[in-house]
């Protein structure tokens, strides 16, 4: 395992703390939803009983190296300050001589937090000198912000490089629950895959054939699977240069003696629409003029019956066109079962995490993970570069 905040002394000591507050923030400037604020408390405020001066920073929005007001992190400020009870002080300009000298006035357990990092080209460019300026403020990096945990930034890459890193409680929880099941899992091991891009998703299903015991396809994946297997997919998505591979993988598996389970009803569209035609078609039989558009309900039936009697569930990716109301029965009802399911099940990406927050039902899967395309690489059985950075235990 990595070092955390736990294994390393903080006393006194001017900390880094590389947060992710990428927040969702409406047009008046008010903060929607403050999760990813609040899921870092436990390690903020470990620091400031820890005597150290901790300095914040994070990225909001794509502002491509640009200043945009619109992008500032000053509501986040206001909501952290807030909810730590206590004032956080605020640098506009990082590489203004200003924040240097906020630092060195900073007593233990205050908190400063930094403008938004991507107002510098150099964040995303990981540029060597605006690393080491990062760098100079603080003696210890710490890494809070797994979603970007796979991005070679500045602030999350450049700078880990230059101090002595370690891992934040959210960071040191996400490890441990993808460690957990990847590596010891309680079988049966049901992974499920939706989403649009097969590419992605071909190698997690590759890195998961010595683990799982069934792969649940769903979405537009699907369709490069069925047209593998000769089936007529009409207008549905597929991605014709994967199509080998898909095969490949259907060989493998059964090779490995692991059940790879493909729609067998999809109701399908005339157009990519909310209001377009429907019908449900076999799998393998659907009309030239038609696109499969979710999972049919006997796809769902045999799906629920195999995610009950799971003991480990990994869940990425939408079964059907979620963003759509007539399409997102298939997905609604995956994240209805999985939630149900008293298996450790974690739940990657926007789509799937949607569903089960939109039923209610978040509490009751084990985990949701917080990084989309790093939990993504996990799946893939890559390593995370940030996380390489920081110290064996
Ligand atoms: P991904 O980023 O690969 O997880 O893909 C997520 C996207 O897949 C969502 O925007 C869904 O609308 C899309 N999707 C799911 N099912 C289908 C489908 N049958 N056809 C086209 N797109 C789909």
Redesign the pocket.
């Known amino acids: 395992m990595k070092k955390t905040i736990r294994d390393i002394d903080v006393e006194g000591k001017r900390v880094f703390v590389r947060v992710d507050y990428n927040v969702p923030i409406n047009a008046e400037l008010k903060i929607v939803d403050d999760t990813r604020i609040t899921a870092t408390l436990p390690t903020i405020n470990y620091l400031i009983e820890h005597n150290a001066k901790i300095i914040l920073c994070s990225h909001l929005g794509r502002p491509n190296g640009q200043v945009e007001p619109k992008l500032s992190l000053r509501p986040v400020l206001a909501r952290l300050s807030q909810l730590l009870n206590k004032p956080v002080s605020f640098a506009e300009d990082i590489l203004d001589k200003s924040t240097a000298e906020m630092v060195d006035k900073m007593q233990n357990g205050d908190v400063l937090m930094l403008e938004n990092i991507r107002f510098y080209k150099q964040e995303e460019e990981n540029d060597e000198s605006f690393a080491k300026t990062l760098a100079s403020l603080a003696d210890i990096y710490v890494l809070e912000a797994f979603a970007t945990a796979h991005r070679k930034h500045a602030s999350t890459f450049g700078v880990a490089k230059l101090l002595p890193a370690v891992c934040g409680f959210l960071v040191e929880h996400e490890l441990e629950i993808f460690d957990k099941v990847l590596n010891n899992p309680d079988h049966p091991f049901v992974a499920i895959l ?4 097969v590419a ?2 071909l190698p997690v299903i590759e890195n998961l054939l010595d683990k799982v015991d069934t792969v649940l396809i ?6 490069t699977f069925i047209k593998a297997i000769g089936g007529n997919i009409g207008m ?2 597929i991605d014709n240069t994967k199509i080998d591979l898909a095969k490949e993988i259907l060989d493998k598996a059964k090779e490995k003696n692991v059940k790879i389970m493909l729609p067998i009803d999809n109701l399908c569209a005339k157009e ?1 629409s909310e209001d377009a035609e429907t019908k449900l078609f076999s799998s393998g039989f659907i009309a030239d003029d038609y ?4 999972i049919g309900p006997k796809t769902i039936k045999i799906y629920k019956a195999v995610i009950k009697k799971a003991k480990t569930i990994v869940w ?8 759509y109301e007539k399409f997102k029965r298939g997905t609604n009802k995956i994240a209805k079962y999985v939630a149900k399911s008293k298996a450790v099940s974690v739940i990657g ?1 926007g ?1 799937s995490i949607a569903a089960i927050q939109s039923l209610g039902v978040a509490k009751k899967v084990t985990h949701m993970s917080t990084g989309g395309g790093a939990s993504l690489m996990l799946l893939q059985g890559k390593k995370l570069p940030c996380i390489e950075l920081i110290e064996d235990q």
């Open positions: 939706g989403g649009a891009k992605d998703k769903g979405g537009g994946m699907a369709y549905s998505i990519f696109q499969g558009m979710d990425n990716g939408p079964v059907g066109v979620y963003e990406g789509d």
